[in-house]
């Protein structure tokens, strides 16, 4: 559905650039071209390194370790967990919803899912290929800190 | 050839533990398979309008007007673009960082890119109905008023910390990408 609007605007968008200037919009598919190509390989290592750490860490495996009973320690693993796995939102949240009735806690959850979407272990070569080490290590460190904050709150208000 | 190896080293390393996944357990080869085969699909159907869309804006919107409204003095309607630009988004984390970078080519304050992939990361709008649906809405909710002022301490911690210098050497390096 996202997709699909993602596509509409970009269609019509290329089509009212094409009308209005031709020339510029074979610029603007060229420099698409090169930023595409740029940042390929490490994309590809990113998506590789996906499916390997997915294939270790399946759901099950990832249950057992931030059930109800886990308190922080399940928080910490919970955000180790959600750093160095990169899963795609409608696969997360069902996935935590059915944690959660698997008896995993709200708060582990909470690290869980913020730790997912904003540490980004795996694709650290491509943020390093743009922003540089230090750079990156510092966003995605605080943002590794910030999941306990998170989780902390969730854990109060949800948990 | 050198040059092919040294770009891809990363993605042929990536094959290789594939390849010895297979060799210790069939299973679990065929799984890392499947995860990345949907990636892969996840990808080309997401990743080509994003790059289409970064090199219209490119061509298109000029210097000024990107200056004017996430530059140095946007102040509050640069952090609110920022976050609406991000959270409007689709797809994966690393499809932010190239559009990042053209916002940034075009005079983008750093803080806003920084709010930016904090918005393209967290409070991506249709993820966010899907996790109400998933975890419920006050799970969702308390999540997302947790995250804006978090993404925005974030990125003023990290402008804060990252000498000028190297923020500058960042922006040059953009630019010849």
Do not use: H
Not at chain 1, 28 to 41: G, Q, R, V, Y
Not at chain 1, 77 to 106: C, D, H, K, Q
Not at chain 2, 57 to 62: E, G, H, I
């Amino acid at each position: 559905m996202n997709t699909y609007i993602l596509y509409g605007i970009t269609i019509a968008l290329l089509i009212i650039s094409f009308v209005k200037d031709k020339k510029k919009t074979k610029m603007a598919l060229k420099k698409s071209w090169k930023a595409f190509e740029n940042i390929m390989p490490q994309i590809l290592g990113v998506i590789m390194l996906v499916g390997i750490l997915l294939a270790i860490l399946n759901p099950e495996v990832i249950s057992k370790i931030i059930g109800k009973e886990s308190g922080i320690f399940g928080v910490i693993i919970a955000s180790i967990v959600g750093s160095i796995t990169l899963i795609p939102g409608f696969v997360a949240f069902p996935t935590a919803a059915m944690l959660v009735e698997n008896g995993a806690g709200y708060m582990q959850i909470g690290a869980f899912i913020s730790a997912l979407m904003m540490v980004g272990i795996i694709t650290m070569p491509v943020e390093m290929k743009y922003f540089g080490k230090r750079l990156t290590l510092l966003r995605n460190a605080f943002a590794f800190l910030f999941t306990f904050i998170v989780a902390f709150i969730i854990g109060k208000v949800v948990g | 050839m050198k040059g092919f190896l040294k770009r891809y080293r990363f993605f042929l390393l990536t094959i290789l533990i594939t390849g010895a996944l297979f060799i210790i357990n069939g299973a679990i080869g065929i799984r890392a398979l499947t995860v990345t085969a949907y990636s892969f699909k996840e990808m080309l159907v997401v990743l080509p309008p994003i790059f289409i869309l970064l090199g219209l804006l490119d061509v298109w919107v000029p210097r000024e007007l990107m200056v004017r409204y996430m530059g140095e003095d946007s102040k509050m309607k640069g952090i609110i673009l920022a976050f609406l630009l991000g959270s409007a988004a689709a797809g994966p984390l690393y499809g932010a960082f190239p559009v990042a970078a053209v916002l940034m080519k075009k005079g983008a304050k750093f803080s806003n890119i920084l709010i930016f992939i904090g918005a393209w990361s967290t409070t991506k709008i249709p993820m966010f109905l899907f996790e109400v649906s998933s975890l419920g809405a006050k799970f969702a909710v308390t999540r997302l008023l947790v995250d804006i002022p978090g993404i925005i301490i974030i990125a003023y911690l990290v402008c804060a910390i990252i000498p000028k210098e190297e923020v500058e050497k960042i922006y040059k390096n953009i630019e010849i990408m």
